[in-house]
């Protein structure tokens, strides 16, 4: 599948910017570096073995004491690159949730 087919516009960046992925269960993390990120999800390039992400279920860390962190979702991995899915209270599985299930304040 071609990477450049993806719906959300997505930022590249010029200077790699590092995170770490670490495993829902805590068990695994990888060092990473940016590809690219959109609101919806980000392409990274791992380091390391890549046979841990078989999860799919994982933690993006964006900072060193891990206060700033996304949960996410693996949708494809190529090689050390992979793509991922930004997990919000809005989306379940890769679909949309009903907002029903968790309204908003205020949204009576």
């Not at 390039?45 to 996410?72: E, H, K, Y």
């Not at 979702?73 to 989306?91: C, D, I, K, P, Y």
């Amino acid at each position: 599948m071609n990477w450049d087919k993806r719906k959300a516009r997505r930022v590249q960046f010029e200077h790699q910017h590092r995170a770490t992925l670490l495993g829902a269960d805590g068990t695994w993390w990888r060092d990473c570096v940016f590809i690219d990120v959109s609101e919806t999800g980000a392409r990274l390039r791992i380091s390391g073995p890549t046979d841990v992400l078989q999860s799919r279920r994982c933690f993006l860390l964006l900072s060193t004491t891990g206060l700033a962190f996304r949960r996410c979702e693996l949708v494809r991995l190529n090689g050390q690159e992979v793509a991922l899915r930004f997990v919000t209270r809005w989306t379940v599985g890769g679909r949309p949730a009903l907002r029903a299930a968790f309204p908003t304040p205020g949204s009576d």
